[in-house]
């Protein structure tokens, strides 16, 4: 079993061991690092070479700005590759909390920025010609209780009246004409969603970063940041940095160097396994139309059909930091629903099990602004791929000089009380929710 992203392997560079945990997800260094840094000077600075920097960063270079990005690892070696490529419709919260939080006109904002965001992804995909197996799948999401489902019709009918936007219901008796499982009570569908090779569009976007001006420096940690007067100062690895506008693209990955927004950004855990490769039959059995799935549950399950027919089956498992101990873990626990969802996997070998951080806000919103001076982005919350792309080139814009009004922007973005960037309180996140799935 590899113990890295299966995406990884689809860009040509399978580590030499196996069962390295941090292997190197591209085939070169865009540049040869910890390259000597001291002395530079650029008009931005962004931390963090994932979704969020890349955007933010071809927006900034596309400007005629001078623009790097600086990264402890690889590009897109974080959340940007780890994900399931699910590039789904909405947020995190769902439409009647939306309603019931904001009311309908905030709540319809918000959801619109979800659909902008989908099709900010397309645009760019096209643009930059970025070859990353995009299609639009539509996804599904299956009720794990009767009652779920009926939390669907009302859902339905609310989506149509205030957000204008159609999903479909399936019964549970007509269900394996979209999931090969008994497992569910009924299904919701919603054609507006996509599926992405997550690697190769990272990979792409880099490549796009770069070709618009960027530099992106890899295997560079930031140590701290400070501002004197209008200009920003980053200690680094390979020395220091100067730059007129910083922005943090950290995400799920903030640490100390960036305090304030680590006080306002939890890493939760996701766990993934992808089998070995089914047999044509067998795959559209599971999903017959390949769609994106997840469940109902607040412990939820998302999964899919790869391209060369895995399926790829995650979910939170626990929730704390991922560790090759939890990792190893999770994948059991994984293992074990799987089977339970789709009895005909109880003996497809596992090739795959990794592991990464997802960034949750309390409100459990994606955010964007300027935190203690310094531009952030973050809190996508599971549903980042697209939002990121959005967001990203929204904050770029911003930063060059645009007026900018967007429902996400925040910069009175409030810490998180008595949270230090530990996240202590996990553990009882976990229980509450699995005692809420029971209850429910």
């Not at 962004?46 to 955007?55: E, F, K, M, P, R």
């Not at 099709?119 to 197996?133: T, V, W």
């Not at 070995?276 to 412990?299: C, N, Q, W, Y």
């Not at 806000?361 to 994606?366: A, G, I």
């Amino acid at each position: 079993m590899k113990e890295y992203p299966y995406w990884w392997d689809s860009l040509g560079t399978a580590p030499a061991e196996s069962r390295t945990q941090n292997p190197e997800p591209h085939p070169e260094p865009r540049t040869k690092n910890p390259e000597p840094l001291e002395g530079r000077r650029v008009d931005v600075a962004i931390v963090g070479a994932g979704y969020t920097g890349l955007s933010a960063a071809l927006e900034v270079a596309c400007r005629g700005a001078s623009v790097m990005v600086i990264e402890q690892e690889r590009a897109g070696w974080g959340a940007s590759s780890r994900n399931a490529g699910q590039v789904l419709t909405g947020l995190k919260l769902d439409p009647a909390t939306l309603v019931a939080r904001f009311g309908e006109t905030r709540a319809r904002a918000l959801f619109d920025a979800s659909i902008e965001s989908i099709e900010a992804l397309e645009r760019l995909i096209s643009s930059q010609g970025i070859d990353c197996d995009y299609t639009r799948t539509g996804h599904v999401q299956a009720a794990s209780k009767p009652s779920h489902f009926q939390a669907f019709q009302q859902e339905q009918t609310l989506l149509g009246k205030v957000f204008d936007h159609s999903v479909r219901l399936v019964k549970a008796e007509e269900q394996h004409s979209e999931i090969g499982s008994n497992a569910y009570f009924g299904l919701m569908v919603d054609e507006r969603s996509g599926a992405i090779n997550p690697a190769r569009f990272v990979q792409g976007l880099a490549t796009a970063a770069c070709r618009a001006g960027a530099a992106v420096t890899e295997r560079t940690k930031v140590l701290g940041l400070a501002r004197t007067g209008s200009r920003w100062t980053l200690t680094t690895s390979a020395g220091c940095v100067g730059a007129t506008d910083v922005l943090l693209a950290t995400t799920a990955y903030t640490d100390q160097a960036a305090p304030a927004l680590q006080r306002r950004l939890v890493p939760i855990g996701s766990y993934v396994i992808a089998t070995e490769p089914l047999s044509a039959p067998g795959a559209s059995t599971l999903i017959p139309k390949g769609r994106m799935v997840f469940d109902s549950k607040h412990f939820l399950h998302f999964f899919r059909v790869t391209r060369d027919r895995r399926l790829l089956f995650g979910g939170r498992a626990e929730f704390g930091r991922p560790t090759p101990q939890t990792t190893a873990r999770c994948a059991a626990i994984l293992r074990r629903e799987m089977a339970a969802i789709f009895p005909a996997l109880t003996w497809a070998r596992i090739d795959y099990a990794w592991s990464g951080n997802v960034d949750f806000s309390r409100d459990q919103l994606p955010h964007a602004g300027r935190l203690d001076g310094a531009y952030y982005v973050g809190g996508y919350c599971g549903h980042g791929i697209a939002m990121a792309i959005s967001l990203g080139a929204v904050i770029g814009r911003r930063m060059a000089g645009d007026a900018i009004e967007h429902p996400l922007f925040d910069d009175r973005f409030p810490a998180i009380p008595f949270y230090r960037g530990t996240p202590w309180f996990l553990p009882l996140v976990g229980a509450y929710y699995r005692l809420r799935d029971w209850l429910e």
